[in-house]
């Protein structure tokens, strides 16, 4: 059908007119720069350092898994322990379902060699094979990808549900046996980088993930450390320090009221769980007297960071629809948790030009505090942070055994490429890092998120086998893939628009 110029200048107009429409339009904070959904490498024993079930090491293999998603960038997530004694009082081996808000102390600093291996405390030996270790990992990461974020993990070590962001201690304090959370974790991956990253590549040294309580208990102590990182860099790549928050109890308290509706199993904390309702008088805060002691620190701090990072676990609660403004729903929680204190956070990223980072991403599809119990369909979107703990098994899949789940968890990521594809919404976003372990990684990156495979090219086995889906896993590639090719050349210039929210 051949037709006439008017109809083709209708035809175009109209085209013209979907396509725009198609496209989420950029909400106040977007920085109109695109950027990639990358992948995270969590490792939690020392013997993922070591080719112990493969011709690799565990680390190395999930580096080169990662590569495959095309990705310019790469998180580690390396995780140490704490151990208190109070702990022995909980059975081991059993769901401590409001065990994660529990106050927490260090007595000694402790390391894993395996999963069931007894947490014993630091010698010379363990932090050599630490430092050695993830120095090779990285060796191989800067082979691969353009940047590197680190953001390090230290989780209870006898594994009674306890939660590292109630976790109160100073980075310097050095425990009984005569190490400090400096010399256990950040110094030997200050020294391992030191080694391996050559110029061009950039660094982006978190000084720890999702672990608050300690950071804004302690933020003049935290300032010493990114002092002690910069003053101790000597690679030729580009070093960028900074800080990452949870999406709730930023201060590692219990400041917020109960929210609706609340996790399985019914416990007495369960409506306090992810931190949904309303945040508290800041009065009101159990810390009250200790944080507003140290708000002139806490904004130094914060003023000081080139990054600033939060575990986006965003909530989507209406029915199938997803929309930007669920996606940054983490994000509002920090603000509003800063803005209690009198701090503005959003202000801080946007008119300090610091980079806002989700550190972790991810929809796990559980509805339970205790890691066993998947969502049927859009309820997932409550609990986002709630995930499927268990070995696999595809009788505990959400996104195999409930079509509805897995339509939502494709909505989800749909919207959150979007607000990547702005750079933001209401709030800026410069780069995002999924959870990439077991219902939550869904590209089937980590051995834990699928039955046992440690092939690199494990072509269809994690989606056959496992969490992952393949239509999230197409939907990434192709967004990293036209996200890559508008940066080539493309410098990052943030959008300065009206800070109101609509």
């Known amino acids: 059908m051949r037709l006439s110029r008017v109809a083709l200048v209708a035809f175009g107009a109209l085209l ?18 695109p950027t990639e959904m990358s992948s995270s490498i969590i490792t939690f024993y020392n013997s993922e350092y070591q080719p ?17 998603h095309g990705g310019r960038r790469i998180q580690f997530v390396p995780t140490h322990y704490w151990y208190e004694s109070k702990n022995e009082q909980f059975a081991p081996n059993t769901c401590h379902a409001d065990n994660w808000s529990l106050q927490n102390k260090v007595e000694y600093y402790c390391q894993k060699h395996e999963w069931n291996s007894d947490c014993r405390p630091f ?21 691969l990808f353009d940047e590197i974020l680190i953001a390090p993990h230290l989780d209870e070590g006898l594994k009674r549900g306890k939660w590292r962001n109630m976790l109160h201690f100073d980075p310097l304090w050095k425990d009984p046996n005569g190490y400090s959370y400096w010399d256990i974790m950040l110094k030997p991956i200050l020294d391992a980088a030191n080694e391996v990253l050559p110029a061009g590549k950039t660094f982006l040294f978190a000084v720890e993930g999702e672990m608050g309580g300690t950071v804004l208990s302690n933020p003049a102590q935290y ?3 990114f002092k002690m990182i910069q003053n101790g860099w000597k690679s030729a790549a580009k070093l960028k320090v900074g800080a990452t928050f949870n999406h709730a109890y930023i201060m590692g308290y219990i400041t917020r009221g109960p929210g609706t509706p609340a996790p399985l199993p019914p416990t007495p904390m369960a409506p306090l769980d992810g931190g949904w309702g309303p945040v508290l008088p800041f009065e009101q805060w159990p810390n009250y007297e200790e944080a507003k002691k140290n708000l002139p620190a806490i904004r130094q701090l914060l003023e000081a960071a080139d990054f600033l990072g939060v575990s986006n676990y965003a909530r989507a609660g209406d029915g199938m629809n997803v929309q930007p403004k669920h996606i940054e729903s983490g994000i509002a929680k920090v603000q509003d948790e800063f803005m209690t204190m009198g701090i503005n956070f959003r202000d801080i990223i946007i008119k300090g030009n610091k980079m806002l980072i989700y550190n972790e991403f991810g929809l796990g599809g559980g509805i339970s505090e205790c890691g066993d119990t998947p969502g049927k369909g859009p309820e997932i979107g409550f609990f986002p942070w709630l995930g499927i703990t268990t070995p696999y098994e595809t009788n505990n899949d959400p996104f195999k055994k409930y079509p509805q789940a897995k339509q939502f968890l494709k909505n989800y990521y749909t919207t959150a490429l979007d ?5 933001g919404d209401y709030f ?48 990434i590639k192709s967004h990293n893939s036209k996200t890559a090719r508008r940066a080539e050349g493309a410098p990052r210039r943030p959008i300065r628009r009206p800070v109101s929210r609509p």
């Not at 999924?434 to 092939?455: F, K, R």
Request: hydrophobic residues 40%; charged residues 20%.
């Open 16 to 33: 013209a007119l979907q396509c725009a429409m198609a496209q989420t339009p950029r909400g106040p904070g977007a920085t109109g720069v």
């Open 52 to 68: 112990m079930y493969s011709s690799l090491s565990q680390c190395e293999l999930l580096v080169r898994r990662a590569a495959k």
């Open 123 to 143: 010698d010379s030996a363990a932090l050599d094979t630490f430092r050695r270790g993830i120095r090779d990992c990285f060796k191989v990461a800067t082979s």
């Open 223 to 225: 300032l010493k450390v």
């Open 419 to 423: 607000v990547l594809r702005n750079g």
């Open 428 to 475: 800026p976003v410069h780069q995002s890092y999924l959870w990439n372990v077991v219902s939550w990684d869904v590209q089937g990156i980590h051995t834990a998120s699928a039955l046992w495979n440690t092939d690199v090219e494990q072509g269809d086995w994690p989606v056959k086998n496992g969490f992952a889906v393949q239509e999230v896993i197409d939907m």
